[in-house]
C-alpha cells in the first residue's frame, strides 16, 4: 500500500491522491463532519458510539479523555475462545 498523498490513477484514468479511506469511515462512524481545508484538502470529524465490556474499561477511555492516563492509547481486549 503506497504511503498517505502518493499520486495513483483513480477509476476513470485521471492521476488522484488519496485512496478509500473516506468510504470506510462513513460505513464505519455514526456521525460525520465534513470541513474544507484550503488550499487541497478536508479535515474530518467521526464519531462512533462505543459499548464497553465492562465497568475497568469504560473507566479506562474516561481517563484517556480527561488526559488522566500515561498511556495515550486505549487497548482492544479479545479473550481466548470467546471465554
Known amino acids: 500500500m ?6 495513483r490513477r ?3 484514468g485521471q ?6 479511506g473516506l468510504p470506510i469511515v462513513e460505513k464505519l462512524a455514526d456521525r460525520l463532519e465534513f470541513q474544507r481545508v484550503d488550499p487541497q484538502g478536508m479535515m ?6 462505543l459499548d464497553y465490556q465492562s465497568a475497568d474499561a469504560r473507566e479506562e477511555a474516561a481517563d484517556i479523555d480527561a488526559g488522566e492516563s500515561g498511556d495515550a492509547t486505549l487497548t482492544m481486549r479479545e479473550e481466548a475462545g470467546g471465554e
Open 2 to 7: 503506497p504511503p498517505p498523498g502518493t499520486p
Open 10 to 12: 483513480g477509476k476513470d
Open 15 to 20: 492521476e488522484r491522491i488519496g485512496g478509500f
Open 44 to 49: 474530518v470529524q467521526a464519531e462512533k458510539r
